[in-house]
């Protein structure tokens, strides 16, 4: 490491960016947070249009990770709530409940649907695919052929923009670990006992605020210590290393102006693709390359304003039907009616998920608006009459992408990243991993146990299917 008055320097005030941070001024070790945009809490930051606040795509905060859970409730206290979880999947004009309840199905499917299904799902366990390499063979395995029509197929592809086919079914292991008709059907008789799947938990804590409520506090308390400091609307542009060592990072402000900054390590939550090109010297040819095949998805939001106190019980539903853009539906009052500036009306969150070369990412806003009310009038949920206003807000690398790009492309980047003994990538974007918060916060946390305490973690191994484990109880 190098001289250790020279502070940590860390790349982006995101949840695993700020909480790398916060346990380094505890340790009271300095550092510096880069931040090119000028809001904390990256994906998780709350947006505000005329008083109303949007949460971009619905953060639940559940852990089984005991540190994360400590450091939601001692930065939050009184503000943390704690809210009941409710939603449901609409699908061919109905609307399923979500966890799904065996005769719920059984009256909106029709008995002779439930009853295929039942007999695709026993043919999966009698003849099951042999290789699980994509998402849908893993479902297929898991549901059967017909509920994977029914309830995977569209709402994923919406997601991801690809075909199920060409998903690697190392994200469903990730996302849906532990669930499969069997423990649908169990927890919907005998609940969630423990909390035993995430995915199904029946409620949640969640910040008066929202999400970025969080962050803004973390930024106050860190920058209160006198230890840390956030500089926004700044980016690296430089990353100076010799010997396995990160010795300093050149930084450029928004108004061009640069300063070269002489770090004891770096942690960083930036996106590979536009980490790699940095370093000088330049990291090996193989390494960049594999770095830049790396694919995204973006994300945005269309936040309507609807004149109504009450529009429905749901915090968010899922939507699978094909005939609409819109892939899920947050109801921002059902998370905390304080993120509304007048409790005479609803506000709702239109997600859809796009690729910044798709139309739909530069569609004029007063389109999209359109689209959105439209949308929502055709899915029954509100009439467009009452919709009296709204706004967009876009979000860049929202999900990183599991195709045959990444399954190439990891094994290189992570061996190039062993090579260094003070540079830590973290989070979501930093290890390309759908990651939720409480993973990037802990890869953050045990990145900073390896800098001070030589500790030996290996961060790739959080939110691992049969490595990292949600129901294993965490504490250090």
């Known amino acids: 490491m190098a001289e250790q008055n020279n502070p940590v320097l860390i790349i982006g005030a995101g949840p695993a960016g700020l909480t790398a941070s916060y346990e380094l001024a505890k340790r009271g070790v300095s550092s510096i947070v880069l931040e090119k945009d000028s809001v904390v809490g990256g994906i998780a930051r709350t947006a505000q249009y005329k008083g109303y606040r949007f949460d971009i795509g619905g953060h639940r905060f559940f852990t089984k990770v005991e540190r994360v859970k400590q450091m939601w409730q001692e930065i939050l206290d009184e503000d943390f709530l704690k809210r009941p979880r409710l939603s449901h999947i609409y699908y061919k004009k109905k609307f399923f409940q979500y966890p799904i309840k065996p005769m719920d199905v059984l009256r909106k499917l029709g008995f002779w649907e439930s009853a295929l299904a039942g007999v695709s799902y026993s043919r999966a366990k009698i003849f099951p695919r042999r290789q699980e390499e994509s998402f849908e063979d ?138 790699f090109p940095l370093f000088n010297p330049a990291l090996s040819e193989c390494a960049r390359s594999a770095a830049s095949i790396l694919h995204y998805r973006d994300f945005l939001t269309i936040a309507l304003i609807v004149n109504r106190p009450h529009l429905f019980d749901d915090n968010w539903i899922y939507i699978h039907e094909p005939n609409v853009e819109v892939g899920r539906i947050q109801n921002y009052k059902n998370w905390s009616p304080e993120m509304l500036a007048d409790q005479s009306k609803s506000c709702l969150g239109l997600e859809y998920f796009c690729f910044k070369s798709d139309p739909l990412w530069t569609r004029p806003d007063a389109e999209l608006l359109a689209q959105g009310a439209a949308e929502v009038e055709a899915i029954g949920l509100a009439n467009k009459a009452d919709i009296e206003d709204g706004t967009v807000i876009r979000m860049e690398k929202t999900y990183p992408v599991y195709d045959d790009a990444y399954e190439a492309a990891m094994p290189v980047i992570r061996q190039e990243l062993a090579g260094f003994k003070n540079f830590y990538t973290v989070g979501r974007n930093g290890m390309h991993r759908y990651n939720n918060q409480d993973h990037a916060m802990y890869t953050a946390m045990l990145a900073v146990e390896n800098l001070l305490d030589n500790a030996g973690h290996d961060l790739w191994s959080v939110n691992v299917e049969r490595v990292y484990h949600e129901e294993q109880k965490v504490s250090r």
Request: with cysteine.
């Open 138 to 275: 893993y479902i297929v395995n898991h549901f059967g052929l017909r509920l994977y029509n029914t309830f995977f197929k569209s709402y994923t592809e919406k997601v991801w923009g690809l075909p199920c086919t060409q998903i690697k079914a190392e994200w469903a292991a990730q996302r849906i670990k532990g669930l499969s008709l069997t423990s649908l059907i169990k927890t919907a008789f005998l609940g969630n006992r423990g909390n035993e799947i995430k995915s199904l938990i029946e409620q949640f804590h969640y910040p008066r605020f929202g999400p970025g409520m969080m962050w803004e506090k973390v930024r106050e308390k860190i920058e209160a210590s006198g230890l840390a400091r956030v500089i926004f609307n700044t980016q690296p542009v430089k990353i100076n290393h010799e010997n396995g060592q990160v010795r300093s990072v050149v930084i450029r402000r928004n108004d061009g102006q640069e300063e070269e900054i002489v770090v004891s390590a770096l942690i960083s939550s930036m996106p590979l693709t536009e980490l």
